[in-house]
């Protein structure tokens, strides 16, 4: 089956249709009003990086630790992390690096706990111990200008998946189409080491979540509740996902519907 991709360059790849960008980009505003509904739950389009505005600009970093300490305890409260497992960080308009610190507990996280690190992962401000994981979200933001922050956790189900070596790539249901999309799965790479940065490199640039074998997974987004909203929905569609197999019968949704739900028409 043909399959879905999370960025409309990527859907278009896997298509094999040749349309320039800007006809891309054309038709998916001509879509906004169709998709309103979901566009708005997804936060302005999240299936296709570099299409819309940054609208993390102008906050503080008093602000941004605020938001860090708040959606950590929402990633623990909803079991997405456990104990002191995930991370989370956000890129500053100076372009330094807001992250959670290691060893704690996201439920129990607060704004002075987080820790600024430089573009190469030292930290210049914080009293904390930076995450062993900061190489992962490096990456992403190197090679993602339009991403300003990132989210790792070790969500159940999705995880369930990565730990049995299956993607989360088949179009089941129109939000997943349109928020999250194909959600590949890199390799197992030591957690904490260069390796599993450069085990996800390759999908970073054409998808906006990635599953990490036998570990977790990563969302990342415009803005932190973007990229907390992916990894929500992540693992929402890992469930359905789920059912469908244990009811041992999948129906995907059409070519031309993820077409149209993409705005490649």
Known sequence: MLQYASTLG?????????????????SSAALADEHAETRLHCDVT??????????SAGKTEA?????????GHMLHQRGLVVAADGNLSVRMEDG???ATPTSVCKGLMQPED????DDQGNRVKGRRLITSEIGMHLAIYRLRPDVMAVVHAHPPIATGFAAAGLAIDQ??????????????????????????AQS?????????AVLLAN???????ETLQQAFWRMETLEHVAKITLVTRVLGQQNPLAEGDVRRLLGVI
């Open 215 to 221: 570990h977790g997974a990563v969302t990342y987004g």
């Open 114 to 117: 987080m820790v600024v690190v």
């Open 10 to 26: 990527a859907w278009v790849k896997a298509a094999g249709m040749g349309l320039p960008p800007m006809i891309h980009r054309k």
């Open 96 to 98: 330094a690096i807001l």
């Open 46 to 55: 999240g299936a296709k990086p570099n299409s819309f505005s940054n609208v």
């Open 63 to 71: 602000q941004h630790r605020e938001e860090l300490a708040l959606f």
């Open 200 to 208: 996800m490199e390759q999908f970073i640039p054409d998808h906006n």
């Open 171 to 196: 179009p089941l249901v129109a939000e997943s189409v349109v928020c999250l999309g194909t959600v590949p799965l890199a390799p197992f790479a030591m957690p904490g080491t260069p390796a599993l």
